[in-house]
């Protein structure tokens, strides 16, 4: 009993100087000079815009000297790692007295290409056009990274206390490959082995008019499993149908596919998802959000989830018919005919247990069914943490009418290359954005409104300051 009471104490003990230490830090977060390391935010962000790293081919090595210049005035350590001509991760550390396990911001410095002759703007001049900021990388994910990058100097600069150390990682060819953090983490894994937290891309804060910004935090991402379906059969003169054609055969079978809705599976983070948006809807909606569950026993309902494109992908594996390829004469039956099909499996599904559902509803043993990529399996962290909750209380402090959810990415985030290491990791960005500015990512027209720069790097300064001493 006397060891039970002890331990109760202890907790309350350490709860207290917990928060007794962020009362005392948040005078000092608000007396540092914002203005100035906000104007400062703008125009670093316009330097680092300026650098072309379309990829391909990439060349993040000029990304990676632009951090090192930027971290070497400041005095913090880092290193570039070329690992291929022209490509480069960039690592740098600013140490804490080691209390706690280290804190880790992650960014790829590659973008996708731009076609100059569908913008407005040149998408890599950074153009401040109304208030807004245009350059490719602007919304993915140059913006992430270059507040990262701020958090770390302004931390320097200010001496800010640490019981964590706070690594700063950009890596190179996220977009096509993911040959930077692979590079990475074969060869440098110890450099954040031990970190108990990581954020990265994979957030999603949209303002919903009328009803607030809703924060989402990326706890979770479907894998990709791509598939190829391939038919043979006879071959011969277009002028004569032949029934059991390779082109027939796979037609017939996709028609089975494009039909079929995998199994619904409710994860407890969608689940909390939908509790949290359950207040921006209204009645009845609301309440059978608030008991998703059950709600989905009632076929009609689940029936019109599985036709909401913003709701089925959370609730399923999916797959998307996206490759279509048969013979390339039109006067010519090919003998060979094959599909790719876009797949999205879940946390915790088993890709063999989906290929074995997937050939059942081919339903042709003739037809030969096989994984095209190197599937990643899919994992997630959860959301009972104190990261997590400075997420929130931080959010709510500068935006109290917004709502902070758990989110499952339909895409992939580097987060799951990170997770195996024992990292909880979450897709956390603080900049809010309307759909038409969000959509704009890999878009043409790519921007960032400047005054949610300047704000969300005073956002992201205090999260990264409270969680790297809680």
């Known amino acids: 009993m006397r060891t039970s009471w002890s331990s109760v104490m202890g907790f309350l003990l350490v709860f207290t100087l917990s928060a007794v230490a962020q009362e005392q830090m948040e005078p000092k977060i608000a007396a540092l000079d914002w203005n100035a390391y906000q104007d400062e935010t703008v125009k670093m962000m316009q330097e680092y815009l300026r650098i072309d790293t379309s990829n391909p081919p990439g060349n ?76 490719r990388g602007a919304v993915d994910m140059k913006d992430e990274g270059l507040l990262q990058a701020m958090v770390m100097v302004i931390a320097a600069r200010e001496h800010l206390p640490l019981k964590r150390d706070l690594i700063f990682l950009g890596t190179a060819d996220e977009e096509v490959d993911g040959t930077g953090s692979t590079w ?64 027939n055969r796979l037609i017939r079978a996709l028609r089975r596919v494009v039909d079929w809705q995998p199994p619904m599976r409710l994860l407890p983070s969608v689940e909390e998802y939908f509790k949290v948006i359950a207040a921006m809807e209204p009645e009845p909606r609301a309440a059978q959000f608030r008991n998703l569950r059950k709600a989905l026993e009632n076929p009609s309902f689940a029936r019109e989830m599985s036709r909401n494109e913003d709701y089925n992908y959370l609730l399923r594996d ?50 030969q069914v096989e994984n095209l990529n190197r599937l990643k399996p899919p994992n997630a962290s959860s959301v009972n943490t104190s990261l997590y909750r400075t997420i929130e209380a931080v959010v ?13 990415n339909g895409g992939y985030t580097e987060s799951q290359m990170y997770r195996p290491l024992g990292i909880t990791c979450y897709g956390f960005n603080t900049l809010e954005l309307t759909e038409e500015v969000n959509s704009s990512e890999h878009a043409a027209n790519e921007r960032v409104p400047v005054e949610q720069l300047r704000r969300g790097v005073k956002v992201l300064y205090e999260v990264v300051a409270r969680a790297a001493n809680q």
């Open 60 to 135: 993040e090595l000029a990304a990676a000297q632009f951090f090192h210049r930027f971290f070497d005035a400041a005095g913090i350590p880092n290193t570039v790692y070329e690992y291929a001509p022209g490509r480069a991760d960039f690592y740098a550390i600013l140490k804490g007295e080691g209390s706690l396990r280290p804190f880790v911001m992650l960014n790829h410095m590659d973008v996708v290409r731009a076609d100059p002759s569908h913008w407005r703007q040149p998408p890599f001049s950074a153009a401040l056009v109304d208030g807004e900021m245009y350059g």
């Open 396 to 408: 709510h402090k500068y935006n109290p009418q917004a709502w902070v959810a758990p989110m499952l």
């Open 184 to 247: 990475f983490l074969e060869n440098h894994s110890d450099l954040v082995r031990d970190a108990e937290y990581l954020i990265t891309e994979g957030g999603s804060n949209l303002i919903r008019p009328r009803q607030g910004t809703l924060f989402g935090v990326g706890v979770a991402e479907k894998a990709p499993f791509w598939i190829r379906l391939t038919a043979t059969g006879r071959g011969g003169h277009g002028s004569i149908p032949l029934a059991d054609s390779a082109p």
């Open 318 to 367: 999916t797959v998307s018919l996206t490759v279509l390829q048969g013979g390339s004469q039109t006067n010519v039956i090919p003998d060979t005919a094959y599909a790719e099909l876009d797949v999205r499996l879940l946390p915790g599904e088993d890709p063999q247990a989906f290929l074995a559902q997937l050939r059942n509803v081919v339903a042709d043993e003739g037809l």
